[in-house]
Protein backbone atom coordinates (compact mmCIF):
# COMPACT_ATOMS: atom_id res chain seq x y z
CA UNK A 1 0.00 0.00 0.00
CA UNK A 2 1.17 3.38 -0.60
CA UNK A 3 2.15 5.46 2.28
CA UNK A 4 0.45 8.79 2.16
CA UNK A 5 2.71 10.05 5.51
CA UNK A 6 5.26 10.93 2.76
CA UNK A 7 3.62 12.92 0.78
CA UNK A 8 1.50 15.02 3.81
CA UNK A 9 0.62 17.98 1.80
CA UNK A 10 1.19 19.80 -1.75
CA UNK A 11 1.83 17.79 -4.63
CA UNK A 12 5.01 15.46 -5.20
CA UNK A 13 7.85 17.06 -7.31
CA UNK A 14 9.34 14.41 -9.46
CA UNK A 15 11.94 15.76 -11.19
CA UNK A 16 13.70 12.53 -11.73
CA UNK A 17 14.91 12.22 -15.72
CA UNK A 18 11.90 9.78 -15.84
CA UNK A 19 9.42 8.10 -15.18
CA UNK A 20 8.10 11.60 -15.78
CA UNK A 21 4.90 13.48 -14.80
CA UNK A 22 2.18 12.34 -16.24
CA UNK A 23 -0.80 15.09 -17.20
CA UNK A 24 -4.11 15.06 -16.03
CA UNK A 25 -4.85 14.68 -20.11
CA UNK A 26 -3.30 11.55 -20.33
CA UNK A 27 -4.57 10.01 -17.12
CA UNK A 28 -8.05 10.44 -18.33
CA UNK A 29 -7.43 8.75 -21.37
CA UNK A 30 -6.25 6.01 -19.78
CA UNK A 31 -8.88 5.80 -17.31
CA UNK A 32 -11.44 4.59 -19.95
CA UNK A 33 -13.20 1.23 -19.73
CA UNK A 34 -11.20 -1.59 -21.15
CA UNK A 35 -12.60 -2.91 -24.49
CA UNK A 36 -12.13 -6.00 -26.57
CA UNK A 37 -8.40 -5.68 -28.29
CA UNK A 38 -9.90 -8.16 -30.65
CA UNK A 39 -12.76 -5.95 -31.69
CA UNK A 40 -13.20 -3.05 -34.32
CA UNK A 41 -12.78 -0.65 -32.08
CA UNK A 42 -9.68 -1.71 -30.70
CA UNK A 43 -8.35 -2.18 -34.85
CA UNK A 44 -9.21 1.53 -35.54
CA UNK A 45 -7.35 2.75 -32.51
CA UNK A 46 -4.27 0.47 -33.10
CA UNK A 47 -4.34 1.97 -36.90
CA UNK A 48 -4.62 5.13 -35.48
CA UNK A 49 -1.57 5.83 -33.20
CA UNK A 50 0.43 3.31 -35.35
CA UNK A 51 0.66 6.19 -37.91
CA UNK A 52 0.90 9.01 -35.48
CA UNK A 53 3.87 7.23 -33.67
CA UNK A 54 5.75 7.41 -37.00
CA UNK A 55 5.52 11.16 -37.14
CA UNK A 56 7.45 11.53 -33.46
CA UNK A 57 10.46 8.96 -34.73
CA UNK A 58 10.56 10.82 -37.94
CA UNK A 59 10.10 7.72 -40.21
CA UNK A 60 7.85 6.30 -42.85
CA UNK A 61 8.59 2.74 -41.42
CA UNK A 62 7.30 0.72 -39.29
CA UNK A 63 7.03 1.13 -35.32
CA UNK A 64 6.64 -2.13 -33.14
CA UNK A 65 4.73 -1.32 -29.65
CA UNK A 66 5.72 -3.80 -26.74
CA UNK A 67 3.92 -3.80 -23.47
CA UNK A 68 7.25 -3.72 -22.08
CA UNK A 69 9.71 -1.46 -20.34
CA UNK A 70 12.76 -0.35 -22.92
CA UNK A 71 14.91 -3.06 -21.28
CA UNK A 72 12.47 -5.39 -23.62
CA UNK A 73 13.28 -2.84 -26.79
CA UNK A 74 16.49 -3.37 -25.89
CA UNK A 75 16.29 -7.41 -26.51
CA UNK A 76 13.98 -6.94 -28.92
CA UNK A 77 16.70 -5.07 -31.07
CA UNK A 78 19.54 -7.54 -30.49
CA UNK A 79 17.34 -10.56 -30.69
CA UNK A 80 15.78 -9.99 -34.01
CA UNK A 81 19.03 -8.51 -35.94
CA UNK A 82 21.97 -10.72 -34.69
CA UNK A 83 22.94 -13.98 -34.20
CA UNK A 84 24.47 -16.29 -31.37
CA UNK A 85 28.42 -15.35 -31.68
CA UNK A 86 28.03 -11.99 -33.72
CA UNK A 87 30.51 -9.13 -32.72
CA UNK A 88 29.09 -5.76 -32.28
CA UNK A 89 30.63 -2.20 -31.43
CA UNK A 90 29.08 -0.87 -28.47
CA UNK A 91 29.89 2.78 -27.18
CA UNK A 92 30.70 3.50 -23.65
CA UNK A 93 28.94 6.89 -22.92
CA UNK A 94 27.46 6.08 -19.20
CA UNK A 95 25.49 3.80 -17.11
CA UNK A 96 23.12 2.44 -20.05
CA UNK A 97 25.39 2.12 -22.47
CA UNK A 98 26.89 -0.01 -19.84
CA UNK A 99 23.85 -2.19 -19.35
CA UNK A 100 22.85 -2.52 -22.73
CA UNK A 101 26.60 -4.52 -23.78
CA UNK A 102 25.98 -6.60 -20.31
CA UNK A 103 22.71 -7.83 -21.97
CA UNK A 104 24.51 -8.40 -25.34
CA UNK A 105 26.80 -10.41 -23.94
CA UNK A 106 24.46 -12.24 -22.01
CA UNK A 107 22.65 -13.15 -25.25
CA UNK A 108 25.30 -14.75 -26.59
CA UNK A 109 26.51 -11.76 -28.55
CA UNK A 110 30.17 -10.51 -28.34
CA UNK A 111 30.40 -7.11 -27.52
CA UNK A 112 33.05 -4.60 -28.14
CA UNK A 113 33.06 -1.55 -25.92
CA UNK A 114 35.07 1.24 -26.98
CA UNK A 115 35.21 4.73 -25.28
CA UNK A 116 37.20 7.15 -23.74
CA UNK A 117 39.33 6.78 -21.23
CA UNK A 118 38.55 6.01 -17.69
CA UNK A 119 35.42 8.71 -16.48
CA UNK A 120 35.93 10.79 -19.28
CA UNK A 121 33.39 8.84 -21.39
CA UNK A 122 30.73 9.27 -18.66
CA UNK A 123 31.49 13.54 -19.17
CA UNK A 124 31.59 13.09 -23.30
CA UNK A 125 29.14 11.70 -26.45
CA UNK A 126 30.02 9.42 -29.05
CA UNK A 127 33.25 9.95 -30.78
CA UNK A 128 32.22 8.95 -33.78
CA UNK A 129 36.10 9.04 -35.52
CA UNK A 130 36.91 6.34 -32.93
CA UNK A 131 33.59 4.46 -34.84
CA UNK A 132 35.01 5.17 -38.14
CA UNK A 133 38.74 3.95 -37.26
CA UNK A 134 37.44 0.72 -35.48
CA UNK A 135 35.36 -0.14 -38.76
CA UNK A 136 38.26 0.39 -41.20
CA UNK A 137 40.18 -2.11 -39.12
CA UNK A 138 37.34 -4.52 -39.52
CA UNK A 139 38.44 -5.59 -42.77
CA UNK A 140 36.30 -8.49 -43.22
CA UNK A 141 33.18 -7.13 -42.12
CA UNK A 142 32.80 -9.22 -38.79
CA UNK A 143 30.94 -6.46 -36.77
CA UNK A 144 27.41 -7.16 -37.51
CA UNK A 145 26.22 -3.80 -35.48
CA UNK A 146 27.10 -1.02 -33.78
CA UNK A 147 24.96 0.56 -30.85
CA UNK A 148 24.90 3.47 -29.09
CA UNK A 149 22.89 5.91 -26.65
CA UNK A 150 21.38 8.83 -28.23
CA UNK A 151 20.70 10.35 -25.08
CA UNK A 152 22.34 8.66 -21.99
CA UNK A 153 20.21 9.20 -18.82
CA UNK A 154 22.88 8.88 -16.81
CA UNK A 155 25.05 11.29 -17.79
CA UNK A 156 23.08 14.42 -19.31
CA UNK A 157 24.62 13.81 -22.52
CA UNK A 158 23.19 13.84 -26.58
CA UNK A 159 25.31 12.32 -29.18
CA UNK A 160 25.47 13.20 -32.76
CA UNK A 161 23.60 10.53 -34.11
CA UNK A 162 24.05 12.08 -37.50
CA UNK A 163 27.91 11.97 -37.22
CA UNK A 164 28.05 8.24 -35.89
CA UNK A 165 26.09 7.16 -39.48
CA UNK A 166 28.55 9.41 -41.27
CA UNK A 167 31.33 7.51 -39.55
CA UNK A 168 29.62 4.05 -40.69
CA UNK A 169 29.64 4.95 -44.40
CA UNK A 170 32.80 6.41 -44.44
CA UNK A 171 34.43 3.03 -43.44
CA UNK A 172 32.39 1.61 -45.95
CA UNK A 173 30.97 -0.95 -43.52
CA UNK A 174 27.54 -2.71 -43.80
CA UNK A 175 26.79 -3.02 -40.20
CA UNK A 176 23.53 -2.40 -39.09
CA UNK A 177 23.22 1.06 -36.78
CA UNK A 178 20.54 0.42 -33.41
CA UNK A 179 19.87 3.38 -30.84
CA UNK A 180 18.85 3.74 -27.50
CA UNK A 181 17.13 6.90 -27.56
CA UNK A 182 14.58 6.29 -24.67
CA UNK A 183 14.89 9.13 -22.54
CA UNK A 184 15.55 11.53 -25.89
CA UNK A 185 12.46 10.50 -27.96
CA UNK A 186 9.66 13.22 -27.80
CA UNK A 187 12.18 15.76 -25.97
CA UNK A 188 15.55 15.79 -27.80
CA UNK A 189 15.12 15.96 -31.89
CA UNK A 190 15.46 12.67 -33.30
CA UNK A 191 15.53 11.07 -37.03
CA UNK A 192 14.99 7.50 -37.42
CA UNK A 193 15.05 7.87 -41.70
CA UNK A 194 16.69 10.66 -42.13
CA UNK A 195 19.90 9.59 -39.75
CA UNK A 196 19.96 6.13 -41.63
CA UNK A 197 18.77 4.57 -37.90
CA UNK A 198 18.51 0.50 -38.51
CA UNK A 199 16.37 0.08 -35.17
CA UNK A 200 15.45 2.86 -32.67
CA UNK A 201 14.68 1.41 -29.58
CA UNK A 202 12.80 3.97 -26.91
CA UNK A 203 10.27 3.70 -24.09
CA UNK A 204 6.83 5.59 -22.60
CA UNK A 205 8.21 6.88 -19.45
CA UNK A 206 10.51 9.78 -20.48
CA UNK A 207 9.23 12.43 -23.12
CA UNK A 208 6.14 10.65 -23.73
CA UNK A 209 4.67 11.39 -20.43
CA UNK A 210 3.11 7.66 -20.02
CA UNK A 211 3.75 5.83 -17.15
CA UNK A 212 6.26 2.92 -17.31
CA UNK A 213 5.11 0.00 -19.39
CA UNK A 214 5.56 0.37 -23.43
CA UNK A 215 8.46 0.31 -25.76
CA UNK A 216 9.33 0.63 -28.83
CA UNK A 217 11.51 -0.57 -31.74
CA UNK A 218 11.30 1.60 -35.02
CA UNK A 219 12.83 -0.69 -37.88
CA UNK A 220 14.36 -0.05 -41.01
CA UNK A 221 14.22 -1.96 -44.28
CA UNK A 222 17.42 -3.48 -43.58
CA UNK A 223 17.05 -4.38 -40.10
CA UNK A 224 13.52 -6.14 -41.14
CA UNK A 225 15.72 -8.01 -43.84
CA UNK A 226 17.88 -8.81 -41.19
CA UNK A 227 15.47 -10.25 -38.95
CA UNK A 228 14.71 -12.77 -41.77
CA UNK A 229 17.97 -14.80 -41.55
CA UNK A 230 18.94 -14.10 -37.93
CA UNK A 231 19.33 -17.13 -35.67
CA UNK A 232 18.58 -15.60 -31.87
CA UNK A 233 15.94 -17.23 -30.30
CA UNK A 234 12.94 -15.11 -29.75
CA UNK A 235 9.27 -15.57 -29.54
CA UNK A 236 7.48 -12.86 -27.37
CA UNK A 237 10.21 -10.11 -29.27
CA UNK A 238 9.78 -11.31 -32.68
CA UNK A 239 8.90 -8.61 -35.36
CA UNK A 240 7.54 -10.98 -38.13
CA UNK A 241 4.31 -11.99 -35.97
CA UNK A 242 3.47 -8.26 -34.86
CA UNK A 243 4.02 -6.75 -38.18
CA UNK A 244 1.61 -8.79 -39.48
CA UNK A 245 -0.75 -8.14 -36.97
CA UNK A 246 -0.24 -4.95 -36.83
CA UNK A 247 -1.17 -4.19 -40.32
CA UNK A 248 -4.75 -4.57 -38.93
CA UNK A 249 -4.47 -2.57 -36.01
CA UNK A 250 -4.09 -6.09 -33.91
CA UNK A 251 -0.88 -7.40 -31.85
CA UNK A 252 -0.71 -11.40 -31.77
CA UNK A 253 -1.15 -11.03 -28.01
CA UNK A 254 -2.73 -8.70 -25.31
CA UNK A 255 -1.38 -5.62 -25.32
CA UNK A 256 -1.74 -2.97 -22.73
CA UNK A 257 -4.68 -1.42 -23.89
CA UNK A 258 -5.18 1.25 -21.58
CA UNK A 259 -1.80 2.59 -21.83
CA UNK A 260 -2.24 2.59 -25.36
CA UNK A 261 -5.18 4.78 -24.89
CA UNK A 262 -3.08 7.27 -23.02
CA UNK A 263 -0.03 6.96 -26.15
CA UNK A 264 -2.65 7.77 -28.27
CA UNK A 265 -3.59 11.06 -26.02
CA UNK A 266 0.09 11.46 -25.32
CA UNK A 267 1.01 11.76 -29.24
CA UNK A 268 -1.97 14.25 -29.89
CA UNK A 269 -0.79 16.78 -27.36
CA UNK A 270 2.89 16.54 -29.06
CA UNK A 271 1.48 16.69 -32.66
CA UNK A 272 -1.10 19.27 -31.38
CA UNK A 273 2.16 21.56 -30.24
CA UNK A 274 4.22 20.66 -32.77
CA UNK A 275 7.11 18.13 -32.31
CA UNK A 276 9.91 21.47 -33.16
CA UNK A 277 7.88 23.54 -30.31
CA UNK A 278 8.42 20.91 -28.01
CA UNK A 279 12.01 20.17 -28.61
CA UNK A 280 12.50 24.16 -28.12
CA UNK A 281 11.20 24.30 -24.65
CA UNK A 282 13.39 21.41 -23.64
CA UNK A 283 16.25 22.95 -25.11
CA UNK A 284 15.09 26.58 -22.77
CA UNK A 285 14.54 24.42 -19.91
CA UNK A 286 17.60 22.79 -19.54
CA UNK A 287 19.85 25.63 -20.74
CA UNK A 288 17.82 27.80 -17.86
CA UNK A 289 19.21 24.81 -15.52
CA UNK A 290 22.12 24.67 -16.55
CA UNK A 291 22.39 28.69 -15.91
CA UNK A 292 21.25 28.01 -12.64
CA UNK A 293 24.02 25.43 -11.84
CA UNK A 294 26.97 27.86 -12.91
CA UNK A 295 25.50 30.14 -10.48
CA UNK A 296 25.83 27.97 -7.75
CA UNK A 297 29.38 27.59 -8.67
CA UNK A 298 29.55 24.05 -9.83
CA UNK A 299 30.02 21.49 -12.74
CA UNK A 300 27.73 20.01 -15.14
CA UNK A 301 28.43 16.62 -15.66
CA UNK A 302 28.57 16.92 -19.75
CA UNK A 303 31.62 18.58 -20.47
CA UNK A 304 30.86 19.50 -24.10
CA UNK A 305 28.70 22.10 -24.77
CA UNK A 306 27.56 20.61 -27.96
CA UNK A 307 25.77 17.33 -26.47
CA UNK A 308 24.50 18.84 -23.69
CA UNK A 309 21.30 17.37 -22.97
CA UNK A 310 17.86 18.42 -23.27
CA UNK A 311 16.41 16.16 -21.30
CA UNK A 312 18.01 16.13 -18.22
CA UNK A 313 21.48 17.88 -16.11
CA UNK A 314 23.70 15.95 -13.93
CA UNK A 315 25.17 18.57 -11.59
CA UNK A 316 28.20 17.06 -10.16
CA UNK A 317 29.34 17.93 -5.86
CA UNK A 318 32.22 19.56 -4.93
CA UNK A 319 34.82 16.71 -3.79
CA UNK A 320 34.35 15.26 -0.67
CA UNK A 321 30.44 15.75 -0.55
CA UNK A 322 27.96 12.91 -0.70
CA UNK A 323 25.59 13.49 -3.59
CA UNK A 324 23.03 11.09 -2.22
CA UNK A 325 23.10 12.55 0.85
CA UNK A 326 21.98 15.38 -0.77
CA UNK A 327 19.12 13.77 -2.19
CA UNK A 328 17.93 12.78 0.83
CA UNK A 329 17.46 15.98 2.59
CA UNK A 330 15.92 17.57 -0.35
CA UNK A 331 13.56 14.71 -0.57
CA UNK A 332 12.29 14.70 3.22
CA UNK A 333 12.27 18.47 3.69
CA UNK A 334 10.69 19.24 0.46
CA UNK A 335 9.05 16.53 -1.31
CA UNK A 336 11.04 16.66 -4.48
CA UNK A 337 12.46 13.82 -6.27
CA UNK A 338 16.00 13.89 -7.92
CA UNK A 339 17.95 11.59 -10.14
CA UNK A 340 20.79 9.32 -8.17
CA UNK A 341 24.30 9.18 -10.00
CA UNK A 342 24.64 5.91 -11.50
CA UNK A 343 27.82 3.62 -11.68
CA UNK A 344 30.62 5.16 -11.85
CA UNK A 345 28.98 8.68 -10.75
CA UNK A 346 27.06 7.01 -7.82
CA UNK A 347 27.63 9.72 -5.29
CA UNK A 348 29.44 12.20 -7.16
CA UNK A 349 26.03 14.15 -8.72
CA UNK A 350 22.41 13.92 -8.58
CA UNK A 351 20.18 14.66 -11.98
CA UNK A 352 17.61 17.35 -12.55
CA UNK A 353 14.70 16.00 -15.00
CA UNK A 354 13.38 18.74 -17.08
CA UNK A 355 11.39 16.76 -19.46
CA UNK A 356 7.48 16.33 -20.76
CA UNK A 357 4.94 17.76 -18.44
CA UNK A 358 6.74 20.80 -17.48
CA UNK A 359 6.93 24.42 -17.05
CA UNK A 360 9.39 27.62 -16.00
CA UNK A 361 7.64 27.73 -12.21
CA UNK A 362 8.13 23.81 -12.20
CA UNK A 363 11.77 24.05 -12.52
CA UNK A 364 12.15 27.12 -10.88
CA UNK A 365 10.31 25.40 -7.69
CA UNK A 366 13.01 22.60 -8.30
CA UNK A 367 15.92 24.71 -8.26
CA UNK A 368 14.77 26.23 -5.26
CA UNK A 369 14.52 22.76 -3.46
CA UNK A 370 17.56 22.27 -4.69
CA UNK A 371 19.23 25.19 -3.16
CA UNK A 372 17.70 25.11 0.02
CA UNK A 373 19.01 21.72 0.22
CA UNK A 374 22.30 22.11 -0.55
CA UNK A 375 22.78 25.03 2.03
CA UNK A 376 20.93 22.85 4.92
CA UNK A 377 24.02 20.33 3.88
CA UNK A 378 26.59 23.12 4.39
CA UNK A 379 27.92 23.30 0.80
CA UNK A 380 28.98 26.02 -0.10
CA UNK A 381 27.24 27.97 -3.07
CA UNK A 382 28.54 30.62 -4.75
CA UNK A 383 25.30 32.19 -5.68
CA UNK A 384 21.39 31.86 -6.16
CA UNK A 385 20.72 29.49 -8.95
CA UNK A 386 17.22 30.25 -8.91
CA UNK A 387 17.71 34.34 -9.32
CA UNK A 388 19.91 33.24 -12.21
CA UNK A 389 17.40 30.71 -13.93
CA UNK A 390 14.48 33.39 -13.42
CA UNK A 391 16.75 35.78 -15.20
CA UNK A 392 17.36 33.68 -18.11
CA UNK A 393 13.64 32.58 -18.49
CA UNK A 394 12.74 36.18 -18.64
CA UNK A 395 15.13 37.11 -20.82
CA UNK A 396 14.61 33.92 -23.50
CA UNK A 397 10.97 33.66 -23.78
CA UNK A 398 9.94 31.03 -25.52
CA UNK A 399 8.08 31.62 -29.41
CA UNK A 400 4.69 32.26 -28.80
CA UNK A 401 5.20 33.71 -25.23
CA UNK A 402 3.57 36.78 -23.81
Known amino acids: MLNLDFHPSGRHFLQIPGPSPVPDRILRAMSLPTIDHRGPEFGALGLELLGKIKRVFKTENPVIIYPASGTGAWEAALSNTLSPGDRVLMFETGHFATLWQKMARRLGLEPEFIGLPGDEGWRHGVQADMIE ?6 RDHGIKAVCVVHN ?56 LMLPPGISFNAVSDKAIEASRHNAMPKSFWAWDEILEANRNGYWPYTPSTNLLYGLNEALDMLLEEGMEQVFARHQRWAAGVRTAVEAWGLEVQ ?101
Open 152 to 207: ETSTGVTSDIAAVRRAIDAAGHPALLLVDTISGLASADYRHDEWGVDVTVSGSQKG
Open 302 to 402: CQDPAVYSPVLTGVVMPEGVDADAIRRIIYQRFDLSLGTGLGKAQGKMFRIGHLGDCNDLTLIATLGGCEAGMKLAGVELKGSGVAAALEYFAEHPLKGDA
Open 133 to 138: ARLRED
